[in-house]
């Protein structure tokens, strides 16, 4: 009789788990980088962008942003050119979770006044597992590219 082969599947994930090792497996590790908030155009709603990078073996999940600077931030993203509202998003193990123009992405309603170019908008984004984090957000320019910096 032959013997059963080993599943492909199961050879991989055991890799990937010596791969990860030391304390860094147990828990989500979060960060957040490369936040901006373009010159909205009225106090109505302005979009906010950021990239958060989980170094830790576990998968979060961003589950809610508030902010003093607006009455309701909510959570959006773009399917076919056309965006919704949702009410969590993953944070892979050893991923990130990106919010950038025409994707994911945050809305600030209500706002108490029109965030203007240089001001900085303080967030504070809650996690299903991870404590929160707080982000101070720089208002930059209407038509602000990451990529290139203005
Ligand atoms: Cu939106």
């Known amino acids: 009789m032959r013997r059963p ?8 994930g055991a890799l990937a788990l010596a791969g990860c090792g030391g304390s860094d497996s147990a828990a989500a590790d979060l960060s957040v980088a490369a936040s901006y908030m373009p010159q909205p155009v009225s106090a109505d709603m302005a979009a906010g962008f950021l990239t958060i990078t989980n170094e830790g073996g576990t998968k979060d999940e961003l589950t809610s942003v508030t902010s003093d600077a607006a009455g309701e931030v909510t959570m959006h993203d773009t399917v076919n050119g056309a ?23 945050l809305m600030f309603e209500k706002l108490k006044r029109k965030p203007r170019q240089g001001d900085t908008i303080a967030l504070r984004l809650t996690f299903a597992k991870s404590g929160p984090l707080t982000v101070e957000m720089p208002v930059k320019s209407a038509t602000y590219n990451p990529s290139t910096g203005h």
Do not use: D, I, Q, Y
């Not at 082969?5 to 991989?12: D, E, H, I, K, T």
């Open 5 to 12: 082969a080993v599943p492909a599947v199961a050879l991989a």
């Open 83 to 105: 965006m919704e509202e949702v009410t969590s998003f993953p944070v892979p193990a050893h991923g990130r979770l990106v919010f950038k123009s025409g994707g994911n992405h």
